[in-house]
């Protein structure tokens, strides 16, 4: 298979305003940096924003919030799943969802799976002390893929994994917290789908005009 970025025009009538996604955000208090959260935050809204989506934050201390499209409570804790998994690939996060449509979803992401993830790029040349140090940028931009990855989900609905793009069955850590997004977009496939989506889930159009698109393409049979 070959890859190619695409811009892609998708313009149904009656566009409106962006999708809204409340989300009701919960931190384990043992992470401690706000800069993460912050920075998690930002990477999540920056994948989304340009198919027309978006992420509206609360803070769990606060009033729950009211949305016109989804509201997501989002759990950034320390392992998703402990004990369940004693052998790589781990759980980075988690969706709780069932195939009937629903307004409201919980996402776990697990900081300690995200953190070993990136741990396991640096070259075993380097000192063992450097080769398991992430910096809280790399943390914040893996999570925050991670997340759009989950959010995917509810948005895309179940069960839909791609073998390219944003939502690929397993993120490859290479590229979890690399600066270029490219990786991280939907695919053509994918896009079609999240317009008729938003649209049935909100019983209104949505315009993603000009929103960038991964095209899978089969290569050419040589004679």
Known sequence: MTLAAWGT????????????????????????????????????????????????????????????????????ERDVDRGMHAEWPAVLGRVEMTAEPANRRSIHVSFDATEAALAVRRPLSLPSTTRGFVLDREMAVALGRVLAHEIGHVLLGPPYHDPKGLMRASLPPGELAEPDRTPFRLTCSGLVRLRNRLSALSESAFSVDGASCIAIAPTRRQR
């Open 9 to 76: 025009t998708a313009s149904p009538s009656n566009a409106g305003e962006p999708f809204e996604v409340a989300i009701l955000l919960r931190v384990d208090p043992s992470i401690a940096s706000k800069r993460i959260a912050d920075r998690f935050k930002d990477e999540a809204e920056s994948i989304w924003r340009p198919y027309g989506v978006r992420l509206e934050w609360t803070d769990a201390a606060a009033s729950e919030p009211a949305s016109r499209g989804l509201l997501l409570e989002v759990n950034l």
